[in-house]
């Protein structure tokens, strides 16, 4: 069969096929592959199926790297979302995406679509979403349009996951001048179903109806993952009508009546209309069931009149979802669907050609092979240049312009340290009633059902560490995600990943993202933490501009009871602060070293998988055993910052001796693998007992008590005033006040 054309339809010129983001030897292979010219509607599918975004055609030769098995793992990637088994009978669907481009074009839009899409993945596998996070990344404060970015994504996050009903936990906000032009909005989303009651995306029986379901169909969102495929230039503020717009109490009545018509067995199969709309959801379902696809697009719920076959196939209208249903259970799923006020329509069905044919208006637009749509995507190996690896400094040596107590009240309240409750009061994250821990935390644990049972979620990501040494860098935001797990008490089960990168055609690029995942990889073996779903977002440029490579890292892990989660506050005078972990005194890359001394140099702290392994089995050990009263992992601003951290969290003070010399280094390095822990007096005992047999380096070092927070030989430090200083920053700044 050979696709039909209207002559009103534009002529297929190389300026056209260059603006559906193709290259002219990626058109010569859709030429090779259709035997002729395509119709306007199939250079817009190929668009659509071969862009970046959809087809991962520079990453996926890397991405089948990593480790993605274990055995909780039900679903690794290649479906909507990740599955893990949690016991019980009961599975945790999860994932990460990115809507980064959209986000910066038009804020609220944005973020809220990134949400509403995250979302979907995860109840279209048949989950209830229980919890939401995000990692947010905006430019300098300095920049002129910081401010105005930071509202609308915070809005935007807020604005649809309150409205959808479902609690925002966790995350993670930081600036640097890297995503001046080009912000980065991550966001991830975990759900619960039952492990026989798991949905899948492939399609199976002929002559089965495919049945478009919930909101109608507009011209928003055209181009959308394209458009996520292209560096920014000045011309973006002209892409701003690709941004979708979200509804979220539509998405709640889709959700209700998906899950609804799951339980009823009316789905044979299901998949979310996310980027790239009906064109990658109809594909992806025919292809994975080894099907034909036939779409009647006259029988689509279109809100614009006159829409082409070419607009509706690549619309990203939001709130939508394709069906493979139960011929016999049609009626039923339709009554339910009327019965949420949601459109149900008939318009297509599956067929044994292995072909997907679009037609509308009595025409057929479309003809193309549905496995090679996707299979036959170009698949590149793109040269890498390796980053230098970066000198290591001496970090003794370097003179320290503030004392301990001025450095750490400055840097409380520096834009990546300071409190980010500004942001996260604006979501809803006790709504369903499951939040133990919400954010603020090391990581937020929502309680399983009745519980005792919870989840410990966290996100997070060094970027500088992974600009300097990407191998090093990418270790870290996997250890990173699991001491956060293992501070609460969790057993760290699984990740979900959001690769943001620049340019991948420009080697140094490329040899960043190929690096990052040779440390991620690394990481997820020795921790047995493997990655169970993800994204890739490339080309997160403007005007030739990179950002900081930005592996985005979501950890899921287990609590088994939820009453015996730690918390990183400080809770009585009298007891013992131990440290857990050996100091050095690294400032390579440290946020001491770039917001104190005013440097962005030297090699990351580095990463010992089996230290960390070690360490944070003795931690977790300690917390299920009741040890200890509170536990918080080491980090960004190193230990001086961690311990003002845990008493600005409850307003008790400490006295603490350095580990080592009394310098700066020592208090504000920031070595690998440490937590801090508080005791009573006796069970610290116990636990240097515990150690030492381990053989896992922990020591005493200061006591809880008063109001003042004392470092070695600096000025004690009333903690009402750091906290003062740290809760300011980013209401003064979103205020309008000063940037720092």
Not at 246 to 268: H, N, T, Y
């Amino acid at each position: 069969m050979t696709a039909q054309t209207k002559s009103h339809e534009p002529a297929i010129t190389p300026d056209l096929v260059a603006q559906h983001g193709l290259k002219p030897d990626e058109y010569q292979r859709i030429l090779k592959l259709i035997g002729r010219e395509p119709t306007f509607t199939e250079l817009g599918i190929f668009s659509a199926m071969w862009n970046e975004h959809c087809s991962y055609k520079s990453s996926r030769l890397h991405l089948k790297k990593l480790p993605t098995s274990a055995p909780w793992v039900i679903q690794g990637p290649g479906e909507n979302a990740g599955i893990i088994d949690i016991g019980d009978g009961l599975a945790c669907a999860f994932k990460m995406e990115s809507h980064n481009h959209p986000s910066y074009i038009e804020p609220y839009q944005g973020a809220t679509t990134g949400v509403g899409g995250i979302l979907r993945d995860v109840f279209t596998m048949g989950a209830r979403p229980i919890a939401c996070l995000n990692l947010l990344r905006f430019g300098s404060v300095d920049h002129p349009l910081t401010r105005h970015l930071v509202s609308g994504v915070v809005a935007g996050i807020g604005g649809y996951g309150n409205s959808f009903g479902v609690p925002t936990v966790g995350g993670s906000t930081a600036f640097h001048s890297s995503y001046d032009g080009n912000i980065l909005v991550n966001a991830m989303a975990v759900g619960l179903v039952r492990t026989d009651e798991i949905f899948y995306a492939a399609a199976t029986g002929v002559g089965r109806p495919i049945v478009y379901l919930g909101s109608k169909t507009g011209r928003d969102g055209i181009h959308g993952a394209t458009m996520a495929s292209a560096e920014f230039d000045e011309k973006s503020e002209e892409k701003r009508p690709t941004v979708q717009v979200g509804d979220p109490f539509s998405e709640k009545l889709l959700l209700e009546a998906c899950l609804e018509i799951m339980a009823k067995g009316c789905v044979v199969a299901i998949q979310d209309m996310g980027a790239a709309g009906l064109t990658s959801s109809a594909v992806e379902m025919g292809a994975k069931g080894n099907l034909g696809i036939e779409l009647d697009l006259d029988k689509v719920p279109c809100r614009e009149p006159g829409m082409s076959a070419y607009e509706m196939m690549l619309s990203e209208s939001q709130e939508r979802m394709l069906m493979v249903l139960d011929p016999e259970k049609e009626e039923e799923a339709e009554a339910i669907f009327r019965k949420w006020g949601l459109d149900f329509a008939v318009i297509g069905k599956t067929t044994d050609t292995l072909r997907f044919v679009v037609k509308h208006g009595g025409e057929i637009k479309a003809d193309l092979p549905i496995k090679q749509l996707g299979d036959e995507a170009p698949l590149y190996d793109r040269p890498s240049v390796p980053t230098p690896k970066p000198q290591k400094l001496d970090s003794a040596a370097l003179a320290a312009p503030l004392p301990i107590d001025a450095a750490l009240k400055k840097l409380v309240a520096t834009p990546d340290l300071a409190s980010k409750r500004w942001i996260w009061e604006q979501y809803d994250h006790l709504i369903l009633g499951n939040s133990i821990q919400g954010p603020g935390g090391d990581a937020a644990v929502v309680r399983v059902e009745n519980g005792p049972k919870g989840l410990a979620l966290t996100a997070d990501v060094t970027p500088r560490y992974c600009f300097a040494d990407p191998v090093e860098g990418g270790k870290q935001a996997v250890a990173e995600a699991w001491r956060n797990i293992t501070a609460v008490g969790g057993r760290p089960l699984a990740l979900t990943d959001n690769l943001n990168f620049g340019n991948p055609e420009k080697p140094e690029i490329m040899g960043q993202f190929v690096a990052c995942l040779q440390g991620i990889g690394e990481a997820c073996r020795a921790l047995d933490f493997p990655i169970v779903s993800g994204n890739v977002s490339l080309y997160n440029e403007t005007q030739g501009k990179g950002i900081l490579p930005t592996p985005s890292i979501g950890g899921v892990g287990l609590v088994a009871d939820v009453t015996k989660s730690a918390g990183l506050a400080f809770r009585a005078p009298g007891e013992k602060i131990l440290l857990v972990g050996e100091t050095e005194g690294w400032l390579g890359q440290s946020i001491y070293l770039r917001e104190i001394l005013g440097r962005e140099e030297g090699a990351p702290p580095p990463v010992d998988l089996a230290k960390e392994k070690a360490h944070g089995d003795f931690v977790r050990a300690l917390i299920v055993g009741g040890f200890v009263s509170a536990a918080h992992d080491v980090s960004d601003g190193g230990l001086a910052v961690a311990l003002a951290e845990m008493a600005m969290a409850r307003g008790v003070g400490a006295k603490v001796a350095a580990p080592g010399a009394d310098i700066a280094a020592v208090w504000f390095g920031e070595d690998q693998g440490r937590y801090l822990l508080a005791a009573p007096v006796g069970r610290a005992d116990e636990i240097l007992a515990l150690a030492a047999k381990a053989g896992v380096p922990v020591a005493v070092i200061g006591e809880t008590g008063g109001d003042v927070l004392a470092l070695g030989g600096a000025s004690p430090m009333l903690v009402r005033e750091l906290l003062e200083a740290h809760e300011n920053w980013m209401p003064a700044y979103m205020a309008g006040g000063k940037t720092a």
